[in-house]
């Protein structure tokens, strides 16, 4: 039901090139569901910010990449394109020590059906480990770094990496 299409809203489709993964464990053949989030927020401030927060106890030392498929609209159209930035934070706690990556979004238009519309390559995030890690490498190789303020690195295509605190891969 999230692919049905309403005049002049966007449907929810699979984002380009994702494949969702078979279940071999069902005597039915069926795909295992992607996950995705939706959040909606109205009258947002400038600077301010609305999170989701989820919680894992895991090492992140084993993986190399994140990517994650970024989606916006603006129902009424007074949202354009990067006035709105999406980001994500990795570290033992959000407001002390952690990692975040952002990204200026790109806006959908109405009545965009087609996969690559819905879900500009602007707005992925694919990031890999070692970026975070050197980004806080060369914070830490600056010197008379205060470990309270947010470090951020390079911004390549608006794109960039903060680092505050003393964030560790190995205990997220």
Not at 159 to 165: L, N, R
Request: with cysteine; glycine share 6%; proline share 6%.
């Amino acid at each position: 039901e999230n692919g049905e299409v309403d005049a002049g809203t966007i449907p929810y489709v699979v984002p380009p090139g994702v494949e969702r993964q078979r279940d071999y464990s069902s005597a039915n053949n069926r795909r295992q569901n992607e996950q995705s989030l939706q959040l909606c927020v109205e009258n947002l401030r400038d600077s301010f910010t609305k999170a989701v927060y989820k919680n894992v106890s895991q090492d992140m030392l084993i993986y190399k990449r994140l990517k994650m498929f970024v989606h916006a609209n603006s129902p009424d159209g007074s949202t354009k394109d990067d006035e709105m930035k999406a980001f994500i934070r990795i570290g033992t706690d959000y407001t002390q020590n952690y990692y975040e990556y952002s990204v200026p979004l790109k806006v959908t238009k109405a009545g965009a059906l087609d996969p690559t519309d819905i879900w500009p390559s602007e707005n992925e995030i694919d990031v890999a480990f070692a970026d975070f890690v050197n980004v806080k490498a060369a914070r830490n190789a600056a010197g008379n770094w205060d470990r309270r303020l947010p470090f951020r690195g390079p911004v390549v295509d608006g794109k960039f990496i903060t680092v505050v605190g003393n964030p560790d891969f190995s205990n997220v």
